[in-house]
Every structure is written in C-alpha cells, then in structure tokens.
C-alpha cells in the first residue's frame, strides 16, 4: 500500500526560501529604480528584461509559501524608494552592481539549494541560480563591450609540473620570513577582492 503524504517545508527551506524572497525584492526594487533612470538602452533592456524573470521567482515563492498556509514575507516595494530622487550612479554603475548581485546569487542559490529537500524549493533556487548565470554573463559581456571591466592580470603559462617541496611555502604569508611570488589562485582572489 503506498500512500502520499504532503511534504511540508523544513525549517531551512522556509527559512531560505523567506530570505531569497526578502533580497530577491529589494533587487528587483533597486533594478527598477536603476532603470527608470538609465540613459543607455542596452543598460536599460538589461534592466527591463531581468526584472520580470526575477518577478516570476518571487511569485513561485509565493506560491509555495501560499500552499503551506504561510504568510508572505514583508518585501521592499515602492514605500521604499523616492522615485523622484535623482540618480546617484551613471549607467555603468547600475550594470556593475547588477553584475555583483549575480555574484551574490550564485552563493546563496547553492547554499540554500544544498539547504533543500522538497522538489518545488530546490526548483525555485536552481531557477534563481540559473537567472543568476545568465544575467552574469550578459552584464560581464556588457561591461567587457564598454571597455569598463578590469581583467585579472595574465600570466605566463607553465610548461611543466611543479610542486611544493619547502614546508615554509606557507610562510609566504608571514611578514616576517621571505617572500614567495603569488600563486595564480591568490592572483585570483585578489582581483576579486578588489572587484568587489
């Protein structure tokens, strides 16, 4: 005899979902906001198109949280924005922090993906992790096209395998013992550090 029991929401789907949707509409508010005052199309399209699939994330959410019998999260909305406030940032700005909000899905998404076990919320956060991906590579295209996006540095590529002999390697970072050239990894980190 199999019988289907509803599967209710665990207590860190709930807890996910609730924050997804909390930063999910401050984006979608600021990116709104971004866009009534963006002056180049291609940045504004950027914007216009991003919106109503970020909507449809929210919504899903909505759902979910509606046939739990739960009570929707207290977004932003308009009550938080003074539209008539002239814009602090140029157009190129708005791209880039759109850019960095992507990153930051990227995080949360697999996290909270991780966090998941009911099918509906692992589907949301994929669908918010996969709207992430695109508009990433849509604002890096964009930005990389403006001549705006600072690439990490380059590097001369090896031509062979080596590896870590001197157990001080870690020392590197001590300020008091020699120094060792950056390995690629920490390039890495670096330029994203100061991206961010």
Known sequence: MTTEAKIQLTSSELGTLWMTY??????????????DKTIDKEAQNILSTYIPQGQNILNEIVNV????KAVIPMGFDERDVVREAPPLFDDIFNIMFVRQMMKLNFGHSAVFSAMSYTKEA????????????????ITTNYLLEKGVLAKPPYVTMPKKVEFIEDKNYMSGHNPFSDKRAL???????LNEAIED
């Not at 390995?183 to 980190?189: A, D, H, M, R, S």
């Open 183 to 189: 390995n690629t990894i920490e390039v890495g980190f």
């Open 65 to 68: 949280f509606n046939n739990e």
């Open 122 to 137: 692992r589907d949301i956060l994929k669908h918010n992790y996969d709207l992430a991906d695109k508009y990433y590579g």
């Open 22 to 35: 909390i930063s999910k509409s401050a984006r979608l508010i600021i990116f709104d906001l971004f866009k």
